[in-house]
């Protein structure tokens, strides 16, 4: 949800009107809950199916058992429902934002169907950019100022998705992730090196000077240091830390681009 209102408040200036925040705050719950919904569904379906090739072992370890299939059809259902809920708003809002809306769930889907980690890692970085323009288009004509708020979210979501892949090198999806195709170490170094360009395109979001200091300030409490341990000690848990600890970054940029609304306010 940080995403569409980091977008949203950055082109703004500002907290949007208080109707239209209210059907943005709506249609972010909205698509991401039901992202997360697709994620399970298809996710499940990829891992534990017979022709999943090198992923055999973890269906034999995971069988899919009848309640599965109940809880495949509730999901989807939820899909459904929050998807259309999410796309009725978002066209409300700008015809725009609901293009932008459906390219970001096409793009979850690719990620969650692909056996290829190079796609999933573009996917996802790609999705976090776009969920930026979209709540951008919301409240405003798209302009080359919204292209940083693209980048930075692009980049963000790109470092989270390899570590979270690099925590999960051993796990039941190991055979699918960047840290299986290219090794631990190097996967690594890339995604500090992808932080670390997250980090340094914050000074260009369209914020006062002083703000995009504070959140570079921020940023090297969330994302530098987490990223400097597992620079020097690439690892499983450094990698989950460092996921865990940057993942909050989007929601920290835009409390600040909220403070001074917040100041004003008290």
Do not use: K, Q
Request: hydrophobic share 60%; proline share 6%; with cysteine.
């Amino acid at each position: 949800m940080a995403l569409p209102g980091l977008g949203a408040v950055l082109a703004e200036g500002g907290v949007p009107a208080p109707g239209v925040a209210l059907l943005g705050v709506v249609a972010a719950a909205a698509g991401s809950y039901a992202i997360l919904a697709l994620n399970d569904v298809l996710t499940r379906r990829s891992v534990l199916a017979p022709w999943a090739g090198g992923r055999r072992a973890a269906r034999r370890e995971h069988p899919w058992r009848p309640a599965d299939d109940e809880y495949s059809r509730l999901a989807t259902a939820a899909v459904v429902a929050l998807a259309v809920l999410c796309a009725a708003i978002s066209y409300a809002l700008s015809p725009l934002c609901l293009l932008l809306v459906a390219v970001v769930a096409g793009l979850h889907v690719v990620r969650c169907l692909t056996r290829s980690a190079y796609v999933a890692v573009v996917a996802f970085g790609a999705a976090c950019g776009l969920a930026g323009l979209a709540g951008w288009a919301a409240v405003a004509p798209l302009s080359p100022r919204a292209l940083t708020v693209a980048a930075f979210l692009g980049l963000w979501g790109a470092g989270c998705r390899m570590a979270d892949d690099l925590a999960h090198h051993d796990g039941l999806e190991a055979t699918g992730t960047v840290a299986a195709a290219f090794g631990p170490v190097s996967v690594a170094r890339a995604d500090c090196v992808v932080g670390f360009a997250a980090l340094a395109a914050v000074v260009t979001l369209p914020m006062a000077a002083m703000l995009n200091d504070v959140a570079m300030v921020l940023g090297v409490v969330v994302v530098a240091w987490p990223g400097a341990r597992l620079w020097y000690r690439p690892s499983r848990a450094e990698a989950a830390a460092y996921h865990h600890s940057a993942m909050v970054y989007p929601t920290v940029v835009l409390l600040v681009a909220l403070a001074p609304a917040l100041v004003r306010a008290l």
